[in-house]
């Protein structure tokens, strides 16, 4: 419907990006489902057309009756969404028009009409990326590939397109990772060795803000990380970007060393353990871990240029306070009373993120604490203790809390030696 439109107003319409990429690389005996579809609208001549891109997203947006519209920059790119309408699911519709020239010609001109795909295909990342399918007539079903993108797909290459790829978008390291990893294909040597450029010409600055703030380039960033962090694939990833260097796009100390891909995974076991329900962000805890490892005085500053969680940013600004705290008074602590309540100070992602980096000893006493002491119950309850002739107040949480600390210091164990120990 969306080649129509385009084809009733004598535009050309191209599918690009990610949408051709995976549909190539696809089991040709599957369906692909595509969530979100990159459209190029291209080929026209009148100045007035430049806002193709809007024109067709409203134009779809009446046919398949809803969908949300955004418009971005300056009406050049539209966005449709959809929530799981009956013909087309849940889907992102980015319809851009390209960058074009206009030429006093027909917009069936191929010459002009291949210089601006083109041109708007050469600004992207990767070869295999930068592929555009005809979606309107003449010749629809056609693949245009200027830049060896359906090789570099057959021979599972990542490539830029030029040098300055990186230089000019350095979150487009994080990407080349991603889709290595993801789609098991090579870094090919010469653009590995752009990023290995971009990395040793100090292209994180950039990104830190240390030239002027750029926070697109740190959202871009992060949403790379989350990207990667929540993938099943991370581990991998990971690793790959320590190897490049490219965690220096972090904080230019940040090193994937032995202990921390250590602390990392240990972390990540325990995520699993205490959080299986995944109540809390486990990528950006992943990320956290990382943060942390970092000496004190960067992590919040690390963490707020990221835009974490306003909790997020909060732990890593007070882990060091707590840390200390913990290591300080746990070694001066022998009941486990008084452990449970210097534990109960903090919340589980902290006491977590300490276990990880502290020391054997003090690791033991939060996991026993995170695994046993937190769920020792009393003997009696509240309910018990009315049953008893107590009225909820005050003296009442006192009495619980007074038996809570007795049990946990094995001072009682059940009923019997719990109502002699109130009577007393
Ligand atoms: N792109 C780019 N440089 C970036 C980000 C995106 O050139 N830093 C281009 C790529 O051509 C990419 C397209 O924009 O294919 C769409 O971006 P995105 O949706 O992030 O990537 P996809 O390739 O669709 O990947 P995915 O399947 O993971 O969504």
Redesign the pocket.
């Known amino acids: 419907k969306a080649s129509r439109q385009a084809e009733k107003r004598g535009w050309h319409l191209y599918l690009?990006?990610?949408?051709v990429?995976?549909l190539l690389l696809a089991d040709r005996q599957k369906q692909v489902l595509l969530e979100?579809i990159?459209l190029v609208v291209d080929g026209f001549h009148k100045s007035a057309d430049v806002g193709a891109g809007v024109e067709l997203a409203k134009a779809l947006q009446t046919i398949y009756a809803g969908g949300r519209l955004e418009v971005h920059g300056q009406f050049q790119t539209a966005a449709l969404l959809w929530h799981k309408n009956p013909d087309l699911g849940s889907l992102w519709i980015d319809i851009a028009t390209a960058r074009t020239e206009f030429y006093p010609y027909p917009a069936a001109n191929p010459e002009v009409e291949a210089s601006s795909i083109r041109q708007d295909l050469y600004?992207?990342?990767f070869t295999i990326?930068?592929l555009a399918m005809r979606l309107t007539n003449p010749r629809v079903g056609e693949l245009l590939d200027f830049f060896g993108g359906l090789l570099d797909l057959q021979s599972q290459q990542i490539r830029v397109l030029h040098a300055n790829s990186f230089i000019e978008?350095p979150?487009?390291i994080y990407?080349a990772v991603r889709f290595a990893v993801r789609l098991g294909f090579e870094i090919e040597p010469q653009t590995e060795s752009y990023i290995r450029y971009a990395i040793a010409s100090g292209i994180y600055e950039q990104i830190q803000g240390k030239n002027g703030r750029a926070p697109a380039l740190e959202t871009?960033l992060k949403s790379e990380l989350k990207y990667i962090l929540q993938a099943p694939y991370w581990k991998p990833a990971l690793q790959l970007l320590a190897n490049l260097e490219a965690l220096r796009c972090i904080h230019p100390s940040l090193e994937l060393d032995e202990n921390l891909w250590w602390q990392v995974r240990l972390f990540d076991r325990c995520l699993q353990k205490f959080d299986p329900q995944k109540t809390l962000e486990h990528w950006q805890m992943r990320l956290e871990v990382l943060i942390a490892y970092l000496a004190p005085e960067f992590r919040g500053k690390v963490a707020n240029n990221l835009q974490l969680s306003a909790d997020s940013i909060e732990r890593l600004q007070n882990l060091d306070k707590a840390e200390t705290n913990i290591t300080k008074t746990l070694s001066a602590l022998e009941l486990k009373s008084e452990i449970v309540q210097l534990m109960r100070q903090y919340n589980l992602p902290t006491l977590i993120l300490i276990a990880v980096k502290t020391s054997r000893p003090i690791r033991q006493k939060i996991w026993r604490y995170l695994t046993e002491w937190n769920y020792i119950k009393t003997p009696l309850n509240g309910n018990d203790l009315k049953a008893l002739g107590y009225k909820p107040g005050k003296q009442f949480k006192e009495i619980l809390d007074t038996l809570l600390t007795a049990t946990l210091d094995g001072k009682i164990d059940n009923r019997e030696s719990a109502e002699a120990f109130i009577a007393e």
């Open positions: 690009v990006g990610g949408a990429r995976d979100d990159d600004r992207r990342d990326n930068a978008d979150t487009r990407r871009r």
